[in-house]
């Protein structure tokens, strides 16, 4: 019924790990909670099930567990209804959790013959007698990827982790969608073994795809809740990117490659916990002494919450992938991985690979960006509200579970190879061969590309450097004896007030004026001018507002089609009798016609006829006169 | 160990005089009397003189920030390649990470824009965030392409490498992968055609925006990285795309290469002298160009051979 085997004990412990210092931060959460005991009640179901689902050995129990973890979350979203939009988002991740669990269940149904409580083993030996395995992947894909939030099915994440009380969103965001991850790895590898190349072409496409469209979207948000949220799906892309190398070496037969890119990709796994984890930490901070989830509220907090300012300043420099953060690590194993890709002899595919390269390093560019614009319009400048002048630093249970998880953060920089060592058991026990011995060749110092001619990059020496220089100056700077005066900020002779500094909407603005053609915002920009002129005005007012393609194009499209088909459904349902005698008539003539049509030589005349005829009797008899 | 660490000085003081060198070049075409080359140093001493002035609505991350700005950069120092035969260098220190480190000292740099709650930091910050978005993807592809055809991604040993040798069946995607590399070393040194150096108008102001408000040590701390930046880039276009000399004894090969240094150093004042500065959002198409030729050369290495 369970098994411990390292890849489930990988995930145990990176629950485990995100939930003590959540446990902290939830405890000092709590009094500002109504309902606290269906709080807590759905709270530890949340996390036990998590547990459950990474240990359980067959279908049954899995999907059991898979299924209590998305009904407490979902409740745990609903914790706090104060607003119509956050039953709206309960509904959609409602239809969404589903939609993936009816493909996981056809997925267990056909590989276990409908015997549910059979183990992993034994499913691999009836899907490999499967006729058609890609439609068994597509499933698995479809299962995992709308809980993950890969392209396209990524569209609940903004909508359900904002609503969600800070601390669920951490868990949601930070471990949830990585429960997600591990199936990924527990089925692709347990029970489809031997994979096409197009598998993994497929899941890199996705995930290439993802990190771009998260970061975009995270750029153009003033929700800081919803930003991180679209940071996730950028996160869970850059995962897939590593899963999906992974998967294309090893149908290649880089065998050792293919064990560097899955690393590299739990990895991540495990750097998107910490960080995201904490960033949802103080951005609920910020979020609960302020009110408000709209970052055009914020500013200057860094005065009055300098704890919470740092550890989302360390978050922050490790989720833009900047040396010598734990982000960068694995997002640096991620590209040497893909510029391993030289060696593969298939041209089209090594051309493909670069495209991925090149959304991989924008994603990491508008990363930066994205995260200057958080930073700095949160914690920097003068206070945009009322409610930001007078915030304080939370309590501190909060605070110990965000220092907690900083700590997190930096212990997975600092003990990189420990944390390399487990994941490299943990491939060898899905039967991949080991690499630990290459990455790390000559002690823990020098970390290497498994490439030939790879790069190295040696983390510890670059952070001990960095520091070393900087404490260096700021030591001289303090012996050197600058005179220091302080004064107000130069601004042209005028004085700097709250409304004269840059908001997020204008700090995105050159980026989303770039992107125009994908974002498609709607903008609302109201004047009052002065005597006519158009460049003198008394009062303005500038909204913008992106909705996501992906939301457009897919769900609303489907959306209307539906509606467009109830629309003649109903229309068909309520005709009144002399109606439905003309139906029948109708529908009589165009048999007799057709049949007319197909079993005697085909004429277009008497067809052109027929069709006249067809057309006059459907508008004297159906549609009537226009009233 | 010693030419190692010699170099590493040489390369750091020779920065402000490059950017005076190219300031001068400008004057010279312009027809004006142009500074003397040391300005940098006399800047550097005078503002080492003055006191700082800190604004008030400014934070923590003011008084740590410049120090941030110029450590990367020092680290990068010591992973270029070698400009001598035989001395020692960090061989494997990948693109990746220099690009990295790059990006860090950009990133507590628009940190600092928008900590003094002005509309000009925020101003550079915004444009230097989009900037710097653009170039990441062409820098980590124009970088691949080049070690690609040194054969090895740690850029000191691809140095070495390239100026053993050449890669003459390759010329083709060498020249694209050049172009690209020189219109980022433009794009981030902050060069005419993105960004004028020189003006304090808010229409061009990228980097300037960022650090009007910074004065006396701090703002002599931001002018050496912004120095040290530029030398950076130019040893690396001299490295890996002007690749002789190296080969040479000790002196001659030390004087080749700041002689390479200050052949950049001219090209940029030529093009500086001849281009008008691009509007912000024309910029995208340069740096586009930079990525197609990143690709291209890509693309050449790959499928041609060439």
């Given at each position: 019924m369970f098994q411990f085997d390292t890849l489930s004990l990988i995930f145990v412990a990176l629950i485990i790990l995100a939930t003590i210092p959540n446990l902290f931060y939830s405890s000092g959460y709590l009094p500002h909670i109504e309902r606290k005991i269906h709080y807590q009640l759905h709270y530890f179901t949340f996390i036990f099930s998590m547990l459950g689902v990474v240990v359980s050995a067959n279908a049954l129990v899995f999907l059991f567990f898979w299924e209590l973890m998305s009904l407490t979350s979902w409740q745990l979203i609903l914790t706090e209804v104060k607003e119509k939009s956050t039953i709206k988002a309960a509904r959609f991740y409602f239809l969404m959790t589903h939609f993936g669990f009816i493909f996981l269940l056809l997925f267990f149904l056909i590989v276990t013959d409908g015997n549910l409580d059979i183990s992993f083993v034994d499913m691999k030996l009836i899907a490999s007698h499967f006729a058609y395995p890609t439609m068994l992947f597509f499933f698995l894909l479809l299962g995992f990827l709308s809980k993950a939030g890969a392209v396209p099915l990524h569209v609940w994440l903004p909508y359900a982790h904002p609503e969600a009380p800070s601390p669920v969103s951490a868990l949601m965001s930070g471990v949830m969608l990585k429960v997600a991850i591990y199936g990924m790895f527990r089925f692709l590898f347990d029970v489809l073994y031997p994979w096409p190349l197009e598998w993994g072409i497929t899941i890199?496409?996705?995930?290439?795809?993802?990190?771009?469209?998260?970061?975009?979207?995270?750029?153009?948000?003033?929700?800081?809740?919803?930003?991180?949220?679209?940071?996730?799906?950028?996160?869970?892309?850059?995962?897939?990117?590593?899963?999906?190398?992974?998967?294309?070496?090893?149908?290649?037969?880089?065998?050792?490659l293919s064990t560097f890119s899955f690393i590299a990709a739990l990895f991540h796994t495990f750097n998107h916990m910490s960080f995201k984890s904490l960033l949802f930490m103080s951005a609920g901070a910020v979020l609960h002494q302020t009110h408000t989830k709209n970052m055009e509220k914020y500013g200057g907090l860094i005065?009055?919450?300098?704890?919470?300012?740092?550890?989302?300043?360390?978050?922050?420099?490790?989720?833009?992938?900047?040396p010598p953060s734990n982000g960068f690590l694995s997002e640096w194993m991620i590209f040497q991985s893909m510029l391993s890709s030289s060696h593969i002899e298939n041209i089209s595919l090594k051309l493909s690979i670069l495209f991925a390269i090149f959304a991989l390093a924008m994603t990491g560019g508008l990363a930066i960006a994205c995260f200057?614009?958080?930073?700095?319009?949160?914690?920097?400048?003068?206070?945009?509200?009322?409610?930001?002048?007078?915030?304080?630093?939370?309590?501190?249970?909060?605070?110990?579970?965000?220092?907690?998880?900083?700590?997190?953060?930096?212990?997975?920089?600092?003990?990189?190879?420990?944390?390399?060592?487990?994941?490299?058991?943990?491939?060898?026990?899905?039967g991949h061969a080991s690499v630990y011995a290459k990455i790390f060749p000559d002690g823990i110092w020098n970390m290497h590309s498994i490439g030939i001619n790879g790069g190295i990059v040696s983390p510890l020496i670059l952070l001990f450097s960095l520091l070393g220089i900087t404490l260096l100056m700021m030591f001289s700077y303090k012996v050197f004896g600058v005179k220091t005066r302080i004064h107000n900020s130069?601004?042209?002779?005028?004085?700097?007030?709250?409304?004269?500094?840059?908001?997020?909407?204008?700090?995105?603005?050159?980026?989303?004026?770039?992107?125009?053609?994908?974002?498609?915002?709607?903008?609302?920009?109201?004047?009052?001018?002065?005597?006519?002129?158009?460049?003198?005005?008394?009062?303005?007012?500038?909204?913008?507002?992106?909705?996501?393609?992906?939301?457009?194009?897919?769900?609303?499209?489907?959306?209307?089609?539906?509606?467009?088909?109830?629309?003649?459904?109903?229309?068909?349902?309520?005709?009144?009798?002399?109606h439905y005698a003309a139906m029948i008539f109708n529908i009589m003539l165009m048999v007799l016609f057709s049949y007319r049509v197909f079993s005697n030589e085909f004429s277009w005349a008497t067809f052109v006829l027929e069709f006249i005829v067809m057309m006059v009797s459907i508008k004297i008899l159906l549609i009537g006169d226009k009233k | 160990?010693?030419?190692?660490?010699?170099?590493?000085?040489?390369?750091?003081?020779?920065?402000?005089?490059?950017?005076?060198?190219?300031?001068?070049?400008?004057?010279?075409?312009?027809?004006?009397?142009?500074?003397?080359v040391f300005q940098g140093y006399r800047n550097f001493a005078k503002l080492m003189h003055k006191e700082t002035i800190i604004s008030e609505e400014t934070s923590a991350i003011t008084t740590y920030a410049p120090f941030l700005v110029l450590s990367p950069l020092i680290v990068?120092?010591?992973?270029?390649?070698?400009?001598?035969?035989?001395?020692?260098?960090?061989?494997?220190?990948?693109?990746?990470?220099?690009?990295g480190l790059i990006s860090l000292s950009?990133?507590?740099?628009?940190?600092?824009?928008?900590?003094?709650?002005?509309?000009?930091?925020?101003?550079?910050?915004?444009?230097?965030?989009?900037?710097?978005?653009?170039?990441?993807?062409?820098?980590?592809?124009?970088?691949?392409?080049?070690?690609?055809?040194?054969?090895?991604?740690?850029?000191?040993?691809?140095?070495?490498?390239?100026?053993?040798?050449?890669?003459?069946?390759?010329?083709?995607?060498?020249?694209?992968?050049?172009?690209?590399?020189?219109?980022?070393?433009?794009?981030?040194?902050?060069?005419?055609?993105?960004?004028?150096?020189?003006?304090?108008?808010?229409?061009?102001?990228?980097?300037?925006?960022?650090?009007?408000?910074?004065?006396?040590?701090?703002?002599?701390?931001?002018?050496?990285?912004?120095?040290?930046?530029?030398?950076?880039?130019?040893?690396?276009?001299?490295?890996?795309?002007?690749?002789?000399?190296?080969?040479?004894?000790?002196?001659?090969?030390?004087?080749?290469f700041i002689a390479k240094l200050f052949l950049i150093a001219t090209l940029v004042a030529f093009l500086e002298v001849n281009t008008a500065k691009l509007r912000l959002f024309k910029i995208p198409n340069l740096l586009g160009l930079a990525i197609v030729f990143a690709f291209l050369s890509l693309i050449t290495f790959y499928v041609l051979g060439a």
């Open positions: 890199l496409t996705l995930g290439a795809l993802s990190s771009l469209v998260g970061v975009l979207y995270a750029l153009s948000e003033h929700d800081i809740k919803a930003l991180l949220a679209n940071h996730s799906i950028e996160n869970i892309g850059i995962i897939l990117i590593g899963f999906g190398m992974g998967m294309i070496f090893d149908t290649l037969g880089f065998h050792i005065k009055a919450m300098p704890v919470t300012a740092l550890t989302f300043l360390i978050a922050a420099i490790s989720i833009s992938a900047l200057v614009k958080a930073y700095g319009i949160t914690f920097l400048g003068l206070h945009r509200s009322t409610n930001a002048k007078y915030a304080h630093e939370v309590n501190f249970l909060m605070k110990s579970g965000m220092v907690l998880m900083a700590f997190i953060v930096i212990s997975l920089m600092l003990f990189t190879p420990f944390y390399i060592e487990w994941f490299d058991k943990a491939l060898i026990g899905l130069w601004a042209c002779g005028y004085k700097t007030s709250p409304k004269t500094q840059y908001t997020a909407t204008g700090f995105a603005g050159p980026i989303r004026r770039f992107f125009n053609w994908l974002y498609k915002p709607n903008e609302h920009f109201i004047k009052q001018t002065i005597a006519g002129h158009e460049t003198k005005f008394s009062s303005s007012h500038y909204k913008v507002h992106v909705k996501p393609l992906f939301e457009k194009v897919f769900y609303e499209s489907v959306t209307n089609v539906i509606n467009f088909i109830s629309y003649w459904v109903y229309r068909l349902a309520h005709f009144e009798q002399l | 160990m010693i030419l190692y660490l010699f170099s590493i000085v040489l390369l750091a003081l020779i920065a402000p005089i490059l950017l005076s060198y190219i300031k001068a070049t400008k004057m010279v075409l312009l027809f004006k009397r142009p500074i003397s990068t120092m010591f992973f270029l390649p070698p400009i001598v035969h035989g001395g020692y260098y960090v061989s494997f220190v990948d693109a990746f990470t220099i690009t950009t990133f507590f740099l628009m940190l600092l824009g928008l900590d003094s709650a002005s509309a000009f930091g925020g101003i550079g910050s915004s444009r230097e965030a989009f900037i710097s978005a653009l170039v990441e993807p062409a820098m980590v592809l124009t970088l691949f392409s080049i070690s690609l055809m040194a054969g090895n991604l740690g850029m000191g040993q691809a140095g070495v490498n390239l100026a053993e040798h050449f890669p003459k069946e390759h010329m083709a995607s060498f020249l694209f992968a050049g172009i690209s590399f020189f219109i980022l070393l433009i794009a981030e040194n902050g060069r005419i055609p993105i960004d004028n150096p020189e003006t304090h108008l808010e229409l061009t102001m990228v980097h300037e925006a960022m650090i009007l408000d910074l004065s006396g040590v701090y703002l002599a701390i931001i002018e050496t990285a912004a120095s040290i930046k530029f030398v950076i880039f130019a040893s690396l276009f001299a490295s890996l795309f002007i690749p002789f000399g190296i080969e040479f004894s000790a002196p001659i090969a030390i004087l080749i």
